[in-house]
Structure formats: C-alpha cells, structure tokens
C-alpha cells in the first residue's frame, strides 16, 4: 500500500470516527444485544445435536428430547424478538441522525464563505445533503450488527466444535482462510482505486446526462446534435469500461469466496474428515453429527461481511466528503480592532488586498482604492485580469490572504454576516432564483416589504410590466407558470437587490442579460436609485460606463489605471486600447447588421 493509500485510509477512518461519534455509544450497545442475539442463532443447533445424540442412544427419553426441542424454539423466538428489537432500534438511531445531520449541514452551508457554493454544482451539494447523508444508513444500521454477527457466530460455533473433536474442527478452517484471502484481494487498494474510478464515471455520466437533455435544442438547430450524442456515448461508455474493471477481478474471487463457504463445500470437507477419522479411529461416527448440523452454517453470516464491503467502502467515502465539508473554513466575525478610527459612512478602501484561489498563485496583488460615497465607480480590464474576484470579495465570497477591506473604517471581517448582507447588495452574472413565487424571490431582498415596495423596485428594474403578464402576477410560481428569459431573471435578481436598499451595491454585468430596449432603461434606473450609495460596477462592455464618476482599470491583477472615461481616453493607456478595441468590435456588429 503507498503511503498516499494510506494516509486516504487514515482520514477515512478518522472521518468515520468523528461523524458518527454522536451515535458510538449506542452503537456499542446494540452490537452487545446484538451478539447476544448471534448466540442465540447457534444455541438451537447445539439442542437439536444434543436431541439427536438422545435419539440415537439407547433408550431414548423422549421427554428429555422433547424438552430440547421446546428450549431450542424458544431460543430461536427470543433470538428473532433481539434481532427486530435492535435492527428496529438502529434504524429509529439512523433515522433521527440523518435529520441531525443534515440540520448540521444545512447550518454549515449557511456559514462557509459564499464563494465556495461558485465553484460547485447544485447536484454536488445535493450530494452532500442527500447522497452522501443516505449512504451512512449502512455505518448507523447495519455496519456494527453485521461485523457482530459475523464475528460471534463462527466464533461460538468454532469453540463449540474444538469442544467436539479438535482435530475435525481444522478442516472447517480451511474454507475460512480461503474467504480471508479472497477477502484480502477484494479490499485491497487496486479495488479502492477502481471503486472511485467507477464513482467518478458514473458522476460524468450523470452530468453528460443532464447537458444532453438541456441543450439537446440549441445543439440540434446549431446542426451539432452528432457532438451532442457523442459526447454523452463517450461518457456512458466510460462508465461501462469503468463498470468492467471494477466488476470482473472481483467476479471471479467473489466465485471462489462463495463457493468455499458453501454448504455443499464445507458437508464435503466435513464428510471426507470425518471418514479420515472414523477409519483412523480417532472419532467417533455420532461425533460427527455435530460438524454436519453446525458446521453446515459456518459460512452463511461471513458470506454477508462480503457482500457488505462495496457498502461499506462507499459509506467511508461519504463519511469521509462529509467530514472534509464539516472541517471547511466558516465566514466568522472577529472582535474590532481596537483604535480602529470609523471613516465616512458608506466609504469602502481596499488596502493591500492581495488574494489568491491557490496558495501558490495571486490573483489580486496589492490592490489600493477607494470607492466614495454616492458614486458609481466601473471596474474593467482584459479577461482573467481579477475584476469578478475583486468584486466577490467585497460581500466576503472569500477573505482576502493579505491586506484589509474596510466599510466605513471598518474591516468587513469584524461584520456579522447578517449586518455585511444588509450593507453589501451584489447582482452576479450567474442569477440565483429560488423555487417560488415571484413575490417569494423580491421578498428575500426585504421580507417586510409591502406590495408598493415590490412595485417601485421591479418598475427601476423594468421587471414590473413582465410580471403582470403572468397568469397570476407576483404570484406566480417560476418554474410552472412563470418561465422567464436569461435577461428577465436578471432584472429581477436586479429588483431584489434594489428591495434590499443596501448603501452598497456591487453589479458584475448588471445588464449583461437585458435586452436592448431595457438596457438604458435599467442603467437610468440604477443612475436613479445610487443616491447615498457606493456602487461598483463591474464592466465588459465599456459604452455602458462611460458616465460614472471614475474608472479603475485591473491588468493581471493590479491596478493600472484610474480616473474618469475622457481623461482615460486622453492617457492612450491600457483602458484607451480596450476602448478602441471595443470600438472596433462595435463596428464590425454595425457593419454586419446593414
């Protein structure tokens, strides 16, 4: 095993360790009722030999005999009141951890740093919050009763044997060290590996799914319906090699493991010891009874433990998710600094920020501004130059790695999130609209708002005469009678915002999705409603921002330039070259469009 391997299995045990630490306790409990439960399953086999050898012998009491038979019954009802018992009580444990759990969870997503949900799916925290919370019902329910069971019932029924005849009671090892061997090849690394290959390609089958379904029109009226299907095919067809791989060296171990504990296989080994001993005379043939009745049973609780394994590796896999998410750093407020002296209200400076997505690589360095109050300052700069990332880390979507960003005078890190949220508005070019009404989407802007607040914001939005053309209005359910366009959703998420009334607002292509008609509609709306507030501006399109009170130009992570649009102009710097290039880009759609 490589130490990588290892140091994998290490956290996954610690994981698995510290995620159902609220439940250990219990945990041990029912494992004790259920060996408790295990010995009661061999016991009646025990009576029935003891019934046996009476019947053999003469003379038979019969009564004896049928006393054996009544305590082994009862036994075997006492042993099934255990199992429901304890297999009823686990999974009501199992039940009310989930709950927990995903209580836990949902309450850790609230906290981490909002940029982290960027870089992630919906189906992915779906897959913490679902998948992986159901994948533990096999630890909480069944994991500790099946290691129990399989442990304490050969245990018990290999002591009583060793009891009978030591000698014939080796051979029953036999098919046990094949199973250990088999059981070695089945959970060694290579199988890990290929476990989460599979994983990993039924996942990609999973999204291949999802971007065939939803694009299947674009990708067919574009004449590329070929690549489409391709793309999926590649993708299930990898799942199915991955399949391949992971199934078949197990298919053929898996053979050899089930067919050692077989029955037939252990009565053979059995037979063929027991007629080695009776012609050697070291046993008796009623000794053998013992062996055929018990022994026959040896292999059916082991043979669970394998069939157990792929559940249990994929349950230490989501422990393990679960467990990094739950160790994810939180958004948490620090105590004010002291001295701290309070700037005017509103004003918002970015002293040395330098932050990075990766230790070894800056994507902001040593950026110094300000943003005064009441003004609209636009921030542009070529692609991959940190103008999205300087504006997430405004609302605190990540925390800085050096530097400070102040509000006010005071850092945002010393921010409840609660109060940072009421203070920094955003509208991102990726819209977030919750499943509800339209009402229910403004409402998060401003939960107290009353109709004529709804109003005003989605008119500045120009949202309001759109929602009135749905069949029910604010009313109406997104989704189920209210479809609305890339550009409509951003008005919206526009609307909200403006409900939210925040004295800063950070706009990253705040019109990127309008259409032309409404487009200067929303930027006069926006001219109209800045009073008293900061905004930025993030830019793409620069005939859009020529008006605001300063430009800041970002290049490879600095800050080039700054001013207002004519005396940018003016320097023939880098915002004059991205002015003639967007200039250009103008002309040529002009051209194209005679």
Known sequence: MTVEAKARRERERQARKEILAPVATTLSV???????????????????????????????????????LLIAVLVLVARALLQAAVLTWTHSVDAGYQLTLRRLLAAKLTRVPLGWFGIRTSSEVKKYLHDDVEALHYLVAHARLDFVGGVTIPLVTLIY????????????????????????????????????????????????????VDGIQ????????????????????????????????????????????SPVFVMLLVV???????????????????????????GSSLMGLGYAGQALRTAGDAALRLHELMQTPELSSRAPESGA????????????????????????????????PGTITALVGPSGSGKSTLAK????????????????????????????????????????????SIRDNLLLGRPDADDAALETAARAAQIHERILALPRGYDSEIGVDATLSGGEAQRLSIARTLLADTPILVLDEATAFADPESEAAVQDALAALVAGRTVLVIA?????????????????????????????????????????????ALNVVLEGSR
């Not at 027991?274 to 040896?298: K, M, N, Q, S, Y």
Request: glycine letters at 10%; aromatic letters at 8%; one cysteine or more.
């Open 30 to 68: 029912a494992g004790l009722i259920y060996a408790v439960a295990s010995v009661c399953a061999v016991v009646p086999f025990l009576l029935i030999v003891s019934a046996c050898r009476e019947l053999l012998g003469t003379p038979v009491d019969t009564d004896r005999v049928w006393r054996l």
């Open 161 to 212: 044997l060793f009891t009978v005849d030591w000698r014939l009671a080796l051979a029953l090892l036999v098919p046990l060290v094949i199973y250990a061997l088999c059981m070695r090849v089945m959970m060694d690394e290579a199988g890990r590996e290929r476990i989460l290959a599979y994983n990993l390609s039924e996942q990609r089958t999973r999204e291949a799914t999802v971007e065939f």
């Open 218 to 261: 674009v990708v067919r009226a574009f004449g590329r319906a070929g690549k489409a299907h391709s793309d999926f095919q590649d993708a299930v067809e990898h799942q199915t090699e991955s399949l391949r791989r992971f199934k078949m060296p197990y298919i053929t171990v898996q053979s050899i493991s089930d067919a050692a504990l």
């Open 272 to 298: 063929l010891a027991g007629l080695t001993g009776v012609g050697a005379g070291w046993i008796e043939p009623l000794d053998v009874l013992p062996f055929l009745l018990v022994g026959l049973g040896l």
């Open 341 to 372: 002296e309070p700037g005017a209200p509103g004003a918002v400076r970015f002293d040395g920020v330098v932050f990075g997505y990766r230790a070894d690589h800056d994507v902001l360095r040593g950026v110094d501004l300000e943003l005064a």
């Open 393 to 436: 880390l405004l609302p605190r979507f990540y925390d800085v790695t050096a530097g400070r960003i102040t509000i006010g005078g005071r850092d945002i890190r010393d921010f409840p999130t609660d109060e940072l949220y009421k203070t920094v508005g955003f509208v991102f070019q990726d819209v977030r609209l919750i499943r509800g």
């Open 540 to 584: 793409h399109r620069l005939h859009t921002i020529t008006g605001v009170d300063r430009i800041l130009v970002l290049d490879n992570g600095v800050l080039a330039e700054q001013g207002d649009h004519e005396s940018l102009l003016a320097a023939g710097g880098l915002y004059r070259s991205l002015w003639d290039l967007n200039e250009e």
